[in-house]
């Protein structure tokens, strides 16, 4: 089963502390709900590097596909929980969030708990990214 996920929140910030202030991948305890993110392979500032998220004790490894700041990373997710892709894009001042995934069965059932939390962190990230240094 495969889903499409777009969430965006409105930054007041410019577009180069917004792209990194998301690619902060240390720090994005600090606005993504539950998950510690750390860089494993690579700089984590350049296609090709990895990065694991783990999220509530579900690891989520993903390959840096393209980095193009200030406007956009894309990552391939390559765990066996989490497969597909992601973006984070920057356009203007709005930051926006896509997944492409391949989802267990059960994902129905917890996906409004997942949006819920996804939405938490958006408006989390806003207040980051405007303070961001």
Do not use: C, N
């Not at 902060?24 to 494993?40: A, I, K, L, N």
């Not at 990065?51 to 004790?57: M, N, P």
């Amino acid at each position: 089963m495969s889903t499409e996920l777009e969430l965006s929140v409105e930054v007041a910030a410019p577009p180069d502390t917004i792209f990194r202030a998301v690619t902060d991948w240390e720090r994005q305890r600090e606005w993504v709900f539950g998950t510690r993110v750390s860089v494993v392979s690579g700089d984590g500032r350049s296609a090709g590097s990895e990065i694991e998220a783990v999220t509530f004790g579900v690891s989520d490894r993903m390959r840096i596909t393209r980095w193009d700041p200030p406007h956009a990373v894309e990552v391939l997710h390559l765990g066996r929980v989490v497969r597909g892709t992601g973006v984070f894009a920057v356009r203007g001042s709005r930051f926006v969030w896509t997944e492409r995934l391949d989802v267990p069965f059960f994902f129905p059932s917890v996906k409004p708990l997942f949006m819920l939390a996804l939405r938490r962190s958006l408006r989390r990230f806003a207040r980051f990214a405007e303070e961001y240094r």
